[in-house]
Structure formats: structure tokens, C-alpha cells
């Protein structure tokens, strides 16, 4: 199955990168597309388990879905989680 996640904080390739670098890292997750410019991420997952493994793991990164409560601690885990991504281009 496929899915598009509209996420918050997304903000820059260093956001990109830490979100397809650990969401690839997932089972059953395969094909992950971040799009920038519409606050993104398009990916493949097998159960509906997997989908809830993924939204959880962008939530813990501080990229929370469009919808979730997007509290000062999850922004503050962005900033860090892009901080990593831009290191590791």
C-alpha cells in the first residue's frame, strides 16, 4: 500500500534526509519520497501496523502529521533531528 503523510516542521533537505534516512530503516517500509514544498512524505508499507510504526517514528523525530499536536518539545526535536540530517548528507 501506499501512502502521503502531510507533516509538520519540515523545513529544510536536513529535515528530508533524517525522515528518509529512518523511515527506510523501518520493516516493510520502502520507497520513501519527501516532498518540502507540500510538508510531506509519500511511502510504501505493507499493515496497517507499519503505517502506525511510521507515524509514531515521525512524531518521536518531531515531524508530527498534519493534525497531531505539534507541541514545543516536537518542534525542539525537529530542529535537532535536522541539525543530524544536514550532518549526514
Given at each position: 500500500m501506499k501512502t502521503t503523510l502531510v507533516i509538520q516542521n519540515l523545513k529544510c533537505g536536513g529535515c528530508a534526509n533524517t525522515?528518509?534516512?529512518?523511515?527506510s530503516k523501518l520493516e516493510n517500509i520502502s520507497e520513501v519520497i519527501v516532498n518540502n514544498d507540500e510538508d510531506s512524505v509519500t511511502f510504501n508499507y505493507t499493515?496497517?501496523?507499519?503505517?502506525?510504526?511510521?507515524?509514531?517514528?515521525l512524531s518521536d523525530l518531531g515531524y508530527p502529521v498534519d493534525g497531531e499536536a505539534n507541541t514545543l518539545s516536537k518542534k525542539a526535536k525537529s530542529f535537532v533531528s535536522c541539525a543530524i540530517g544536514r550532518m549526514n548528507k
Amino acid at each position: 500500500m501506499k501512502t502521503t503523510l502531510v507533516i509538520q516542521n519540515l523545513k529544510c533537505g536536513g529535515c528530508a534526509n533524517t525522515v528518509t534516512t529512518r523511515l527506510s530503516k523501518l520493516e516493510n517500509i520502502s520507497e520513501v519520497i519527501v516532498n518540502n514544498d507540500e510538508d510531506s512524505v509519500t511511502f510504501n508499507y505493507t499493515s496497517d501496523e507499519d503505517l502506525e510504526k511510521a507515524i509514531h517514528l515521525l512524531s518521536d523525530l518531531g515531524y508530527p502529521v498534519d493534525g497531531e499536536a505539534n507541541t514545543l518539545s516536537k518542534k525542539a526535536k525537529s530542529f535537532v533531528s535536522c541539525a543530524i540530517g544536514r550532518m549526514n548528507k
